[in-house]
């Protein structure tokens, strides 16, 4: 049985016109192939110039072809996995979604930061030579007009070895729509082939990000390797983007309220007389005032060469008013032959104020002398002496401890301080050889005029190299002048794949070494927590391990407890059976009267239930646990070395433990799901090119189902790309394994840190481990990092007799597949009438070894027909399941002939006394038919034996078309429990295209155990699963006394397969009653963003509701919720649908019930969904919307029903409303009270909103805005302004806008969220105020929100985000006018 699809869909039929015609599937007309012509962009990124593609059918068959096609053209670490609209607000998943003309971004995970397309190539590098950081955090448009690139970019191209023949281009949408294009375009320029770019260094350039990136020069080259030569970019590039001068040098930017203030200024600079002494690089100048500082100034003549040897350069310079000068900077380009300069001596005089400054340097700015500074900074003297002093500030740096997290790009910092700041220093020179590698510290010296109290860094880096993206932990800043420490925390990536794709940060830091400690400790208890709360969930069985002790804690029968147990006891085994938050209640597994409890300060076991037993589980850094008393905070769990209980007066303190690795019992059962994390935030993943890489995100992505291939043996199947396995073979690790023995791992834990490593059966003390970078790799084992893996459970296995799933697991196949291709037994072996031949399905093991109480031989007589299939087997016990057993051998051909007996030998564990079997095949290979005579089961040990008589065939086409049966236990003649045939009457709904072609199977559980997963083959009707149509199907199993559920599946190939069931009805031959499941859903469907082919269905009259999601029984505080469509014509939608519910303790957050693309939210339809909305208290109102995506995304919504599950309260909201920016007032939010007995609802109220833009220049906006109204009684969520009631263009300079949205009663206003997404070519804004205003029946309100400040990220503090406090109610309600002095 195939895996269920993945969430991606890739289909190839021509779309119908919108509202009329059949569904793609009825076409049986070729349609005309049309090409489309498309943009793609790179998420986060508006420096990547995008590639235009042509989409047609002979291009791209499939979807994941342009995925992988775009991850060869856009440069992103993991490829393109993902392609959205351009706000990231929609997600593309075929190829029919994709529209002529338009553009889309593309990113590597789920997470996309959007990006202004219009805006993409003309926002400035933050690292950009020509940038001026200023020392003031805050200064006006025209101070920082100086710094801002708004020209397009200029480039300078050498020929490759020959710097003499040179061109200059224009960086522009024509010339750079790809990285192919722009170098057929430098093939015309340059008049010869063009085919690798790069820098003046002889780095390789190897995208338009980079060249972008580059430092204003390139050297083009066709197929032959780099050319030194003198590359000088400053000579050709710098007067075109500064005013060229002639002894007169003006700074970028300039203005005319700044010429009038404008100071002339003469600079003198003396080159000093040593040998070397002068430079071919350009030097450049930068003044600060107490005003403000100065741009960069390059000093650059035209009429001969300057800065040479005992010579002095004399400049005329404009820099504006920047007041009273204070401190120099000085430094140069490092370009050209020979960069190195030392300079003696620096003059200026102010022309307007006649004051002379002298500044005496004798320092050499060169990367090959001294401290290696090319950039240095002067004070200014007074009386002789400086007014500030140099200070050399330590800087430490720390790379985080993520893999793949060091990075070789170019690191640049700029240091704040109250007296200004360093400007932008590349950290290049430090203790240790290699710079930034993960979990490293690295040391720099920064020499800089004293800044005095230091309050900011800005760190980032330019984005160059293979390995250019870098988790950086903190930074920290000693100054060695008043020995203070300054402390900076990140700890986030600066990586445009990565997080909000930034490669740059601003960090605000903390002098207090003290708080800086405790921020990082509660910040690594917190992710912690995070990653491991799992363990911790209601039904989870645990086991504590002390490392002092060495031992696992145990709860006796007298209830004394100590921690010095095996791994095997069973008093070590405690289950949760209470979870709130981080307080959890451990009853004993064996002795479920008895839980772990703290009384009076000492460990001990006491009955279940008391208030003492409730534990605060509290993670330490290292993953260790605390269990705190949550009755008496600060008593805790604790043992001495001896493992007998203490407290903390017991002994010293080394001789006691509080700290508890803790496991997971039944991690990898048979089908179990799993997350293999490699650290906090990241898991082992597959790639698309089947190579493994342990940096992946802990997503869907990055899930490994577990087949389990016989005691301590497993493989590891990636659940995103089925029949791929994690394996070690040639000296490599991937995920390219089919299922053989390269694929075999044994499991290794860790118990000092509850981790596991994986090793290859086939090479054994070979391990799944993993390079610097993150990929996987094999390597020997040892205790450092890089062979641990934290597992993660998302889904447990279903070893168990209620619930296990009998489809033939992957690794059966493709064992039996590679087993084929191996050698096969001499021709020689005896064949009599009756052939036999042996197969040991265990590992082998010496014949010393003793017999074990587990094994079993399996003896299987073939009839007349054979079968070359793969053949599975279960067994089934009144306390377990073992299976599914794949039963093969080394030469599978000679296995199941006509008339032979085979022979296997298996391990049954644990499952009680055994009732039936199952056997089956799964119907491939060229003879699939089989016909079964008998099964014998022997107990080695005991000779006891189980005789199965089956006289059955297992084919498609003979017999009812099973290819599984079960055999009952045969007692004195009479079976155990008879053998029945279910009849199951499958209805298909009535909706328009509910019918499928896709194969379907079904479950059914009973209270002895399940039936297995049957594919419905055989129907009573031609053609299976129509629309309107009950189809009929024979399943015949042993008894399962009262039927309780059915599992029901659907394997769509694509969304026009879906199918919608409406029920399930069972009927047991020889009785009157039918058992009913109402299902009323399509399948596969999306619950909560995630995609599920299967659904379990329960017994009506012991049905609580339909189980959108796949869970046996009901937990605190789930709800379910029915969402009733209108039967208006085009009354569904194809956006996701989101739903928020408000409770007097709190508010639920988003629930994302689903997306109408996914067969969700059709006219005249109801979906039916669980959540889950415990301790949210009394509810009170709801608010349901969606994310107007898709292509149609209106929607007209009728009514919306909750039901408690556990207490049946039902509410019903009726709302008969059209949900859509085109209808009525526009807004795709609806909220709606809650009447509850004995208590009002609230109203529904009308607040109007008045927006007034400011009138500075500049304060217009085009983004889309966005306001939340806060007030007693919760919040109106993020609601868009789009539909102004007095303009048609909305938010311009001066004006005011008036807006009105709808919200249950919110009570007394108290702060407004006001935002915008920085979208559109002007989106900076400027807002001034916000008047609201609310009429309710016994009150008004008018409330003013004061701004006067800039939403904008080049302006104010960057935040396009603001929190308005009201300032005061205005009593009187007069003529609109502005509110703002």
Known sequence: MSEPPSTSFSMIYPTSSEGQGLSPRHFSVTQPAVAKKISFYKSGDPQFGGVRVVVNPRSFKTFDALLDNLSRKVPLPFGVRNISTPRGRHSITSLEELEDGESYLCSHGRKVQPVDLDKARRRPRPWHSSLALTAHAHRSPAAAAPGMLRAPRRLVVFRNGDPKIRRVVVLNKRVTPSFEAFLQHLTEVMKRPVTKLYATDGRKVPSLQAVILSSGAVVAAGREPFKPGDYDVQKYLLPAR????????????????EIRKSGNWKVAIITSDLPNAGTSSQIYIILYGHHRCSAPIYLYGTDGVRFQSGHADIFTIMVGDIGTLFKIRIGHTNSGLSPSWHCKEIQLWNMNSRREFYIPVQRWLARDQEDGEICREFPVLNKGQPILPVTVYEVHVATGELWNAGTVANVYLSVYGEKGDTGSRQLFRLKSSFSFLRGQTDTFSLEAVHLGDLYKIVIGHDGLGPGNGWFLEDVVVKDPTTNHEYAFLCHRWLDQGEDDGKIVRELYGRDNSVIFARQKLELRRKEIWTAENWKFMKGNTLQFYNRLTGGFVRLHPDGTVDAVGEKTDKYGVFDVVFNKGNICVFQSHEMRHLSLALDNGSVTGMASGGVSTELRVLYQPNRCVLLESALVPGHTVIFDRHGKRADESS???????????????????????????????????????????????????????????SSGIFMFESVKNAQMYLRIKD?????????????????????????????????????????????????????????????????????????????????????????????????????????????????????????????????????????????????????????????????????????????????????????????????TSEQPEWSLQRVTMQHIKSKKTLDFAANAWLSRIQADGDVVCELPVVEGGQAIFPLVRYHVDVHTGQLKQAETKSEVSLCLYGERGDSGLRLLYKSNMPVKFQRGQTDTFQVEAVSLGKLQKVLLRCEASDKSQYWYCEKVVVREPGTTSESIFTCERWLPFMSQGIIHSEIELFRQEMQVNHQPKIQEEANEGDWKVTVVTGDLENAGTTATVSLYVYGETRCSGPIILGSGKHQLFNPNSADIFKINLKDIGDIYKIRIGHDNSGKDPRWYLEEIRLENIDTRELFCLPVDSWIAENEHGGDIWKEMPVVRTNKAPLPVVAYEIYIYTGRKPGAETESNVFINLIGTRGDSGNRRLHQSKNNKVMFLRGQLDIFSIEAVSLGKLKKVLVSHDGTGPGNGWFLESIVVKSEEEHSNQEVLFPCNRWLDEYQDDGRTERELLAEGSISAVGETGSVAS
């Open 651 to 709: 002994a010293g303190y080394a001789d006691l433990s509080k700290e508890f690795v803790v496991f997971v019992k039944g991690m990898f059962l048979n089908s179990a799901v799993v997350l293999l994390t490699t650290s906090l935030c990241q898991a082992l993943c597959l790639q698309p090119d089947g190579s493994c890489t342990g940096v992946g995100n802990q997503s869907e992505r990055s899930y490994w189902k577990v087949h389990k291939i």
């Open 242 to 257: 500064l005013p060229g001068i002639s002894h007169r040098v003006y700074p970028k930017g300039n203005v005319r309220s």
């Open 731 to 923: 000296g490599r690790c991937d995920g390219t394994g089919t299922g053989d023995t390269d694929c075999h791992f044994k499991i290794k834990k860790n118990l000092e840190n509850a981790s596991i490593s994986l090793e290859s059966t086939k090479n054994p003390g070979l391990f799944v481990g993993l390079q610097s970078d993150g990929q996987a790799k094999p390597v020997i084992y040892t205790k450092s990092g890089n062979v641990f893996f934290y597992p993660q459970v998302i889904k447990f296995g279903r070893e168990n007799p209620k619930g296990i799933s009998a489809t033939p697991s992957q690794e059966e196949e493709k064992i039996r597949k590679s087993k084929k291709q191996q050698e096969t037994p001499p021709e020689s072996e005896a064949r009599g009438p009756l052939l036999s031949s042996t197969a040991k399905v265990k590992p082998s093991q010496s014949d010393e070894t003793l017999l074990s109480e587990d094994e079993w031989k399996v003896l299987v007589l073939t009839g007349n027909t054979g079968t070359q299939a793969n053949v599975t087997l279960w067994v089934y016990g009144d306390e377990g399941v073992t299976g599914p057993i794949s039963l093969s051998k080394d030469s599978s051909e000679q296995l199941f002939l006509p008339r032979q007996e085979d022979e296997f030998q298996i391990e049954i564990r644990s499952i009680g006394m055994i009732y039936k079997i199952r056997i089956g095949h799964d119907g």
